[in-house]
C-alpha cells in the first residue's frame, strides 16, 4: 500500500529564516512524488515533482525537494522564508491509478 | 494557467436534504476529474475518478449511491451528496487532469465546505 507521512502539522519560521516541511512516503514500487501549495480560499498549486529524474528537484517560488531512496523521504526546502510562502502544504504520492495520495499536510507560519 | 472552479464554495443544509457541487474546467478540457474529501487536520481522501461519459470509479468504502458522481460534459462534473447526513459535512475538492496531459497537470478546484445541520 502507499502512503505518505507529513512529520509536522505546523512549522513556524521567521522571515529570511529557511523553511523544511518534511515528507516520509511508503509505496511498493519506484513512485512519483508531488508539493502542493494550498493558499486559504485557493485551489491547490503544483510547486514540483519528483518522477524518476534529478533526485534534487527545484520548483517554483524557490523550493526545492530531495529524493531520498535510502530514507524514503522527499522533504521540502527553501533557503530564505517571504511572508507570502504562509500557506498549508501537501506532499503527494502517485498511486499509478492517475490518482494522488496525500499526506495530512503542513501549515507554514512566517513571523515577520 | 488553467483554472478549475467549484461552486458552491461553501453550503449549509439541512439533515435529509440533497446538495449538488460542481466542478468545471474554465479554460481546458478534461478528460479526468478526481473528487476528493477533506477533514480537518487529514489528508485529501480520495472519493472517485470521474472520466467523461462513463460511470465514476468509487474508492473503497465510498458509497456510490450516497455521493453521485456525473461527469456530463468535458468541462463540468458534479458531485451530488443525497440525504445528506452531520457526518458527511467536509470540505469537498475536485480536481481535473487536462486531455493530453500527464498526471502533474493535475488541476484544483478551490474546494467547496459543506455542513450538514
Known amino acids: 500500500a502507499q502512503s505518505v507521512t507529513q512529520l509536522d502539522s505546523h512549522v513556524s519560521v521567521s522571515e529570511g529564516t529557511p523553511v523544511l516541511l518534511r515528507c516520509n512516503y511508503s509505496s511498493s514500487y519506484s513512485p512519483s512524488l508531488f508539493w502542493y501549495v494550498q493558499h486559504p480560499n485557493k485551489g491547490l498549486q503544483l510547486l514540483l515533482k519528483y518522477t524518476s529524474a534529478a533526485t534534487l528537484v527545484k520548483g517554483i517560488n524557490g523550493f526545492e525537494a530531495e529524493f531520498k531512496k535510502s530514507e524514503t523521504s522527499f522533504h521540502l526546502t527553501k533557503p530564505s522564508a517571504h511572508m507570502s510562502d504562509a500557506a498549508e502544504y501537501f506532499c503527494a504520492l502517485d498511486t499509478g491509478r492517475r490518482a494522488l495520495t496525500f499526506g495530512s499536510g503542513t501549515r507554514l507560519q512566517v513571523q515577520p | 494557467g488553467a483554472v478549475v472552479s467549484q461552486h458552491p464554495s461553501r453550503v449549509i443544509c439541512k439533515s435529509g436534504t440533497s446538495v449538488k457541487i460542481e466542478c468545471r474546467s474554465l479554460d481546458f478540457q478534461a478528460t479526468t476529474m478526481f473528487w476528493y474529501r477533506q477533514f480537518p487536520k487529514k489528508s485529501l481522501m480520495l472519493m472517485a475518478t470521474s472520466n467523461e461519459g462513463s460511470k465514476a470509479t468509487y474508492e473503497q468504502g465510498v458509497e456510490k449511491d450516497k455521493f453521485l458522481i456525473n461527469h456530463a460534459s468535458l468541462t463540468l462534473s458534479t458531485l451530488t451528496v443525497t440525504s445528506a447526513h452531520p457526518e458527511d459535512s467536509s470540505f469537498y475538492i475536485c480536481?481535473?487532469?487536462?486531455?493530453?496531459?500527464?498526471?502533474?497537470?493535475?488541476?484544483f478546484g478551490p474546494g467547496t465546505r459543506l455542513l450538514v445541520l
Open positions: 480536481s481535473a487532469r487536462e486531455r493530453g496531459r500527464a498526471l502533474e497537470t493535475q488541476y
